[in-house]
């Protein structure tokens, strides 16, 4: 007989032992039957208790009684996983800007970016216009937020997560550069990234800034999605 039948079986024989002698105590006590509307409600409070016991005991006496469910890919390991791409990421703060570079003695800003996720196994396209068709874009509606200098809607944002802006490269109204989050502070409503700017190298950089980067902003991408997440907790 199946295992988890034998489990259920044994936690109703339990019960039933249990119920039988709880009235046979009742009926010891008072050397009589109890009188209806006493009975009635002892043996609700019987069936209730029937009942937890059972699914109880079935529990216990089950073969999955010891199963513990893994973590989902939304889980703390999903920071873990960011939290050790920013710590990577910053071991290149200084490093110089060389437009077309991937790194690791220059980088431009997308190839600053593609060289950090390729370390974590997470293989994205090499320029910033190619990189914002990746990831989701459940994240696009804060740029309207970030445009107008008002607080953003950051309730999404994570570290990890990649913003782009447009440059004078690329017109107003394309990609241009990339950059990658390494904070979030949502009292405030900001935020601070890594990436490589032109003139600077790897450096931070507080968001929004009231000034270039705000009036640059055109919208935010995730690519850490739950295969990534599910690959670095086993790794």
């Not at 216990?60 to 873990?80: C, D, V």
């Not at 060289?115 to 509606?141: A, D, M, P």
Request: with cysteine; proline share 3%; net charge positive.
């Amino acid at each position: 007989m199946n295992n988890s039948i034998k489990a259920i079986i044994s936690g109703v024989t339990f019960g039933l032992i249990s119920l039988t002698s709880v009235n046979a105590t009742a009926v010891q006590h008072t050397g009589v039957p109890m009188k209806h509307a006493r009975a009635t409600e002892l043996q609700q409070e019987i069936s209730a208790a029937f009942v937890e016991q059972s699914f109880e005991n079935a529990r216990l006496h089950s073969p999955f009684a010891g199963f513990k469910a893994r973590p989902t890919a939304k889980s703390a390991n999903g920071s873990e996983l960011a939290k050790e791409m920013i710590e990577y990421a910053a071991k290149f703060l200084g490093t110089p800007y060389v437009w077309g570079s991937t790194g690791p003695k220059s980088f431009d800003c997308s190839g600053f970016t593609s060289y950090v996720y390729r370390k974590f196994g997470i293989h994205i396209n090499r320029t910033s216009g190619q990189q914002y068709t990746q990831g989701t874009n459940e994240l696009q509606r804060i740029g309207d937020h970030f445009a107008g200098h008002t607080q953003p809607d950051d309730a999404d944002l994570q570290p990890g997560d990649l913003l782009f802006f447009s440059s004078r490269r690329s017109g107003r109204r394309g990609v241009g550069h990339v950059a990658m989050v390494a904070s979030v502070d949502r009292e405030n409503g900001t935020c601070k990234f890594i990436h490589a700017s032109t003139r600077r190298g790897v450096v931070y950089q507080n968001f929004p800034d009231n000034g270039y980067y705000s009036n640059h902003f055109i919208g935010a991408k995730r690519i850490i999605n739950d295969g990534h997440i599910e690959a670095f907790n086993n790794k």
